[in-house]
């Protein structure tokens, strides 16, 4: 197999380049199978590295494959939304609407000159989950957990829990992996440390994913839309209609990050969310051998 050309990016900037998440897009690896990818993204060790493929339908820009250094996964914003720009800038394909084809299905994503917007998969709000649990987990106390928001899960094309807790307790959260284990669903992808204001309509999040080789994430996209349907079903935002906030993640690790999160709703529940973000590029290079 002839090398395979990477581009680096940064996805969620603040400030342009080494800030936000970093992301590895691999190019040309239709030959290669699911393990050979998991192998690559291992050797990155970013939180994800993303396979832009041909479309298996008409219907489809391109497809997408997203592993972390452990797992592969379904869907995620920030792949999405750094592969888009990065397959545009290369003039692969367009600016303005495409469609993603992934494992959470058909996607939009609208690209631009600085970035990208991907609209998530199906809202789902699942579980309730024990907040004081969750929040010894991490390091926090019963005292530290949001009294007025319940903790629980939901997604839209990845399913979260998420602990809402005071705004002092976000930068005091320290995951315990076994801990962690123990008090979640064994079908997370992580968990989401949370306080929302809901005056300035900011959310500072942490997200915590050791079972998918990623201690801690500097931003993540499939989180924020997910973190969307999860206000909306506890009440703080609009029961109808559009809402949007940013999330500010990352600062704890040196990776400050900034998502802009859209939601359609009706009746009170999420119908559509989107996540957005700037991209930078860092680096490119080739890969010069194939496990």
Known sequence: MNPLRYDVVDVFTVDGAYTGNPLAVVHGGGALTGEQMQVIAAEFGLSETAFPLPPTTPDADYRLRIFTPSRELPFAGHPSVGAAWTLARAGLIRTGTVVQECGAGLLPVEVDDHGAQVTGGKPEVGQALDGPGLAA???????????????GVAGAGVPFAFLPVRPDAVARAVPDAGAMRAALPDDLVGLSVVAFDRTNWRAHVRMFAPEAGVVEDPATGSAAVALGVFLTDRGLLGADGQSGFVVSQGAEIGRPSELAVLVRAEAGAAVTTSVRGNVAAVARGELLSVP
């Not at 987990?137 to 903790?151: C, K, R």
């Open 137 to 151: 987990a991490v390091g926090l106390t019963a005292a530290d957990v949001d009294p007025d928001v319940p903790a």
